[in-house]
């Protein structure tokens, strides 16, 4: 294939990593002033356009000798991670116009996105790592980059822990590698496809490394002691982006690392694995739910009640066993929704402690007299996380829970008992946030003025909270077409 | 020649031992050094199947490469933030960071 051709399908990572150089040069060379905030806009617009241009016009296919994929399934994150970034971008403009280093700022933000759309795309374990590492190091900075104690001790403990997996998931790529004698990922599911029962518990104890490696980026648990810790640390828009963009791409790697790397359904360890990640799935909601109850720091319930819904997007991949693309689907669908729904939720909380300067629940009483629209904003993406119709939230967890009901297998049938009954847990801190904002009364009643930029994001982040609640189809069905990307033709 | 089992043990006792300093140790700059010697037992079993497994392929090799450099940029920036974290608390040790708590 030509250079030309390739640079076609590479696009939209291209575009973000240019962008974030000329984001540097022109913070260097017209020193404070908002140009850089609209560079970065300008660079994920082009990028997000081109990988829409992508799924419909067919430039798809392997690349660079298979290390890299552009499917329906990397445009669908493509699509979703850079709109992510630049909701947060807007979101978050009156915050980045007070930050000492905003072109470093902007820049790394690039970098970062960039890196996890080329980890999206990578069908090699040599490029997913290199991807991999490159946003993590890039997160590393930003959830660092306030010259404060807090954000650096949080930049500190995100990047101790994130070495730690890093080095955890490589051992575990080690062996893959060792036993399939190959680091594509299409070559090492035709060697589990025919791996004998002798080879099973050498697998077993690989993806074992894999999945604790890769735990670390999804958030669950046990894997999750950074996130409470950074998200209240690093500043509120590092954390959105953390918590929407990183998880996002953390899933999409285990879809991809699962179903075509370790051969999906069907394979003499699909069922351990499985198993692994129904554990995973169950002690992330319970440990989620139950360590959110007693937080008094909005920014903590956020980082704990993350890590719930992480378990719930965890009962998708352990539905591996449910006919066609039900499982990887559901993972999709709930991840683009959760995308919307989690930052509506952070970004109101930006906005609400830019001006207050507080976290803790207290201080959101009677937030329905001061701020109407930011207080209704969060109430509906609290009920969507909740679960409650008529939100997106409601549609994805049913999805999630059917797929898991499909297989008709009696422990996924036990496992969506557990997130059953986790939800009723979470209706109680989630709705008790609600209440304090709408039924308490203020001490303090005067009026909070939301900036005109996080207004237009969050009325965006709710309109696609209630469309895709009373109307799902479309967005089903991308996910669907993107999941059946990741199955062998 | 040595038997590829030999490395394989070699390097589940490296990733063992910096394992271990990862949990044991309290300073920033032990952790990190615990974290080096957990990537040099991932790059030897790398180098070691791709030895024997398939010494024409580089795969292996490459990736052994790879994970030599991702980690020496990973403690550069380690580095850093313990400098910066140090400037302003005047300690490197993790359990004091913790301005932190749940």
Redesign the interface.
């Known amino acids: 294939m030509s250079v030309l051709a390739t640079a076609l399908y590479l696009g939209p990572a291209a575009l973000l990593y240019l962008g974030a150089g000329v984001v540097l040069l022109a913070d260097l060379i017209h020193g404070r002033r908002a140009v850089t905030g609209l560079l970065t806009l300008v660079t994920l617009a082009l990028a997000a356009v081109w990988a829409v241009l992508q799924i419909g016009g067919g430039a798809q296919g392997p690349i660079l000798g298979g290390a890299i994929v552009v499917d329906s399934f990397s445009l669908y994150f493509t699509f979703l991670l850079t709109a992510v970034t630049a909701a947060v971008v807007v979101g978050t403009s009156e915050w980045a116009a007070k930050v000492e280093d905003r072109g470093e700022f902007y820049s790394l933000l690039l970098v970062s996105v960039g890196s996890m759309v080329l980890l999206v795309q990578s069908n090699d374990?040599?490029t997913l790592?290199?991807a991999l590492?490159t946003t993590s190091?890039a997160q590393?900075?930003l959830a660092?980059i306030t010259?404060?104690?807090?954000s650096?001790?949080?930049?500190?403990?995100y990047?101790?822990s994130g070495?730690?997996a890093?080095?955890?998931l490589?051992?575990g790529?080690?062996?893959l590698?060792?036993m399939a004698?190959?680091?594509s990922l299409p070559g090492i599911a035709e060697f589990v496809r025919h791996a004998g029962d002798g080879l099973r518990l050498p697998l077993i104890l690989a993806f074992v490394f894999v999945a604790a490696g890769v735990g670390f980026k999804m958030a669950i648990f046990p894997f999750h002691a950074w996130v409470?810790?950074v998200y209240?640390?690093a500043p509120t828009p590092v954390g959105s982006y953390l918590s929407v963009a990183s998880k996002a791409a953390g899933f999409a790697v285990v879809l991809r690392l699962f179903y075509t790397g370790l051969g999906g359904a069907g394979t003499p360890i699909t069922h351990d694995w499985a198993m692994l990640f129904g554990v995973f799935a169950a002690a992330s909601m319970l440990f989620g739910n139950v360590?959110a109850l007693v937080?008094t720091n909005v920014k903590?319930i956020l980082g704990y009640s993350s890590i719930a819904q992480a378990g719930n997007i965890a009962v998708g991949i352990a539905a591996v066993a449910a006919q066609g693309t039900v499982g990887p689907s559901g993972v999709l669908f709930f991840l683009g929704t959760y995308a919307a729904t989690n930052l509506g939720a952070f970004l109101a909380v930006n906005a609400v402690s830019e001006r207050l300067g507080s976290d803790e629940i207290t201080s959101y009483a009677g937030l329905f007299k001061r701020a109407p629209m930011t207080a209704v904003v969060l109430s509906l993406c609290l009920a969507s996380l909740t679960g409650l119709p008529p939100t997106a939230g409601f549609i994805a967890k049913v999805y999630i829970f059917n797929s898991a009901i499909q297989t008709g297998e009696v422990w996924l049938v036990g496992l969506v008992a557990i997130a059953v009954v986790n939800t009723a847990i979470s209706a109680f801190y989630y709705l008790r946030w609600v209440r304090t904002m709408i039924l308490d009364d203020p001490e303090d009643a005067t009026p909070i003025e939301t900036p005109g930029g996080a207004q237009g994001v969050l009325l965006l982040a709710s309109a696609a909270v209630l469309f895709f609640g009373l109307w799902p189809a479309p967005l089903i069905l991308l996910a669907q077409q993107a999941a059946a990307a990741l199955l062998p033709a | 020649m040595i038997p590829l089992q030999n490395f394989l043990v070699l390097s589940a006792l490296l990733f063992g031992i910096g394992f271990y300093g990862v949990l044991a140790r309290r300073s920033a700059i032990l952790i990190l050094i615990s974290v080096e010697i957990m990537l040099a037992a991932v790059a030897i079993n790398f180098i070691a199947f791709a030895t024997y497994r398939d010494p024409k392929a580089f795969s292996g090799l490459v990736f052994a490469l790879f994970v030599i450099a991702v980690a020496a940029a990973e403690v550069g920036l380690a580095l850093g933030i313990v400098l910066r974290l140090f400037r302003e608390r005047r300690t490197a040790n993790v359990d004091e960071a913790s301005s932190l708590k749940w």
């Open positions: 374990l040599i790592f290199v590492e190091l590393f900075i660092g010259r404060n104690e807090r650096s001790e949080a930049g500190l403990k990047l101790l070495a730690v890093a080095a955890v490589l051992y790529f080690a062996f590698f060792g004698g190959t680091t409470p810790d209240q640390g360590g937080q903590r």
